[in-house]
């Protein structure tokens, strides 16, 4: 089974940048498609970006053109640039296989951006 450990999230003004990583075992990571989904408290996970195993990627409209997602399957990692940021993008931000079949969830990663 997959391991997955995110990691870059922190608190930031609004209009700054983070860049989220997400470490994963396991040979398949590299045949799979990836997403970063994010859970603000009191709303259902969303799905915000996601890369198929070739490096084709599509975003949330509410992310388009601030946010880049990214893979290097050699290092077994997906990245999440965020730039531009709003207080709106406040979440636990994961990891995981894009689709209906998940990975056991790791523990994401925290985005707090002011105001």
């Known amino acids: 089974q997959v391991q997955l450990v995110e990691s870059g999230g922190g608190l930031v003004q609004a209009g700054g940048s983070l860049r989220l990583s997400c470490a994963a075992s396991?040979?398949?990571?590299?045949?799979?498609?990836m997403g970063w989904y994010r859970q603000a408290p009191g709303k259902q996970r969303e799905l915000v970006a996601a890369?198929?195993?070739?490096?084709?990627?599509n975003y949330a409209d509410s992310v388009k053109g601030r946010f880049t997602i990214s893979r290097d399957n050699a290092k077994k990692t997906l990245y999440l640039q965020m730039n531009s940021l709003k207080p709106e993008d406040t979440a636990v931000y994961h990891c995981?296989?894009?689709?209906?079949?998940?990975?056991?969830w790791g523990q994401g990663t925290q985005v707090t951006v002011s105001s």
């Open positions: 396991g040979s398949i990571f590299s045949f799979v498609p």
């Open positions: 995981n296989r894009e689709g209906s079949y998940h990975f056991n």
């Open positions: 890369i198929t195993s070739g490096g084709s990627t």
